[in-house]
């Protein structure tokens, strides 16, 4: 089963990690870039965006977003 999250992103397979990870950015509400205190969040939700992705090529399977 994959990340609701990252299948909201709407990405192709072939996508690379740095387009993952920007549209993981876009995804996020600008207030919630802004916070200092929230920067741990982010870079967890940054990885686990990268990690559904790799997982998501590794099986071969198309996003259902």
């Not at 990340?3 to 992103?9: C, E």
């Not at 969040?41 to 992705?53: E, G, S």
Request: contains cysteine; proline residues 8%; charged residues 20%.
């Amino acid at each position: 089963m994959t990340d609701p999250a990252y299948q909201r992103l709407g990405l192709p397979v072939t996508a690379s990690p740095y387009t993952v990870l920007r549209a993981a950015v876009r995804a996020l509400h600008p207030d919630t870039r802004a916070v200092r205190g929230f920067r741990t969040a982010r870079k967890r939700f940054y990885r686990q965006m990268l990690c559904a992705h790799a997982t998501q090529q590794a099986a071969g399977d198309k996003p259902t977003g």
